[in-house]
């Protein structure tokens, strides 16, 4: 899930503050601090923790586990303070910013992580995480795509075979048999279906696909990226490090236009109902009968397991994979999470044995058979199929079928983050709430543009 990133004059503050601060704090001698924020994942990462210390006596692992919104304020405090950890877990939609402010250490001179190698992890995701200089900045933790979570009961209610759910195709003119299912799923408080005569598209009980707010603060990544993507577009002329913004193609805008029309219809939830900005996810939308299927990242697999419905009742659920698209390929965008260094740690090298055992086999092991996440390694994703397999009677290979089919494309990795987050957001919000046209996307596309024309 992502969020609000900083705002450009927090990120020049950091820079400033960081350029003249002093030798930093990291862990005490001995004692590496290491940040995640995953609850989920935090079982794990202490099993590997464990190990860790077996094999290294002399060192101990401070696991520190901070939500979303907390995480990122008090690393950026810790930035600014000197009271970074050693060790955190990075995001691609932060490290671009974070290495241009110098506070990543390249793992490349320090001795543990210099023979980090790419093939050693799923094809593309080692090289996300090398900055413009070459040097590596996070040695790669795990990867996510998205694939459709959709309650079972509901399909049934319906007179919906889940396998109808393996070809379904859209498109930007009619929504194609996606749309078709959509409105089929899709019920008003009078028990209308969204595609019967009477339907009311203004009191609808059941939506027959979640969403997850208007998608400017992550590239649309569980919201239209599936759709932009399998329609032929990309956000940058290059990736990563692009610098030319292509919001303004007819590609991208008729498929916004399309996607926000489900809520105008009343086929998906609406702006208000998700809570606005605060939205909240498919998940929850799904408990509670809101909306019958979702959209959503293969990191949330534990979180859908684990629903209820108001009884207490444990929740059926399926996955399906993302539609086909105009190009006649589905798509997701393949994102990954990385565990980097900072500037500040005083013991960087007792720090990078830690993040090499991390993205070794051994640690990927233990996280695969956790089955949270797909882990980085191959066949440690493989334990991680096989335990949601065995475990919770979950199918997870709408998932990981995108990257053997190689239907994926890369988040967008640029320079000002901040910025562009900054301006994406109410930019997204409007045109979901209605008060804006897609059109009005390419005025922020210029506005994209021009950063760098000023960086230059």
């Known amino acids: 899930m992502f969020t609000r990133l900083k705002t450009g004059a927090a990120a020049l503050t950091l820079g400033l503050l960081t350029a003249c601060g002093s030798a930093g704090v990291g862990g005490t001698a001995g004692v590496i601090e290491y940040w995640l924020w995953d609850s989920g994942q935090q079982p794990g990462y202490q099993k590997c ?25 008090k690393l950026t405090a810790g930035f600014i303070a000197d009271a970074a950890p050693d060790v955190f877990t990075d995001h691609l939609a932060r490290f671009a910013q974070y290495v241009d402010l110098k506070v990543l250490r390249p793992l490349d001179d320090l001795a543990p992580t210099s023979d980090i190698r790419d093939g050693d992890y799923q094809e593309g995701l080692a090289e996300l995480w090398k ?32 396998a109808q759910l393996q070809n379904l195709a859209w498109n930007p003119q009619d929504g194609g048999t996606f749309e078709d299912l959509v409105a089929h799923l899709t019920i008003d408080v009078n028990g209308v279906r969204g595609d019967e005569p009477g339907f009311d598209k203004t009191r609808v009980k059941t939506h027959g696909l979640a969403a997850e707010g208007s998608g400017g603060a992550g590239w649309g990544q569980t919201q239209w990226s599936a759709f932009t993507g399998s329609a032929g577009w990309q956000a940058t002329d290059r990736n990563p490090w692009g610098t030319r913004f292509n919001l303004d193609q007819p590609a991208f805008q008729d498929t916004l236009k399309w996607y926000f029309g489900l809520a105008e219809k009343g086929y998906m939830s609406t702006y208000a109902e998700i809570g606005g900005s605060n939205a909240i996810g498919s998940d929850k939308q ?41 190009t006649g390929k589905r798509a997701s965008m393949f994102n990954g999470l990385a565990d980097s260094i900072t500037t500040m740690s005083k013991q960087p090298e007792d720090a990078a044995k830690w993040v090499k055992f991390m993205s070794g086999a051994e640690c990927q092991d233990i996280i695969g058979e956790s089955g949270v996440v797909f882990p980085a390694r191959p066949e440690a994703t493989e334990k991680a199929i ?30 000002n983050a901040a910025d562009i987050t900054a301006l994406l957001i109410p930019r997204f919000d409007a045109v979901y709430i209605g008060s804006e046209p897609v059109s009005s996307l390419t005025e922020v596309n210029n506005q994209l543009n021009n950063l760098f024309k000023v960086a230059q």
Not at 51 to 64: D, E, T, V, W, Y
Not at 145 to 153: E, G, H, L, M, S
Not at 388 to 415: G, I, M, S
């Open 49 to 73: 923790a464990d190990a860790f210390q077996r094999q290294n006596p002399g060192l101990r692992i401070n696991i520190s586990q901070y939500g979303w919104d907390t995480y990122w304020s």
């Open 131 to 162: 900055g413009q200089d070459g040097k590596r900045y996070g040695a790669p933790k795990d990867w996510d795509t998205i694939a459709i979570f959709y309650d079972k009961a509901a399909l049934k209610a319906a007179g919906v075979d889940p």
């Open 286 to 326: 799904i408990q509670s009968g809101m909306a019958a299927m979702g959209l959503s990242g293969s990191w949330m697999i534990s979180t859908f397991s684990k629903l209820t419905d108001a009884a207490g009742k444990k929740l059926d659920i399926g996955i399906a994979p993302t539609p086909i698209g105009p």
């Open 386 to 415: 096989a335990y949601n397999k065995a475990e919770r009677d979950l199918d997870v290979t709408p998932f990981t079928d995108q990257v053997t089919d190689k239907t994926t494309f890369l988040f967008p990795v640029t320079t």
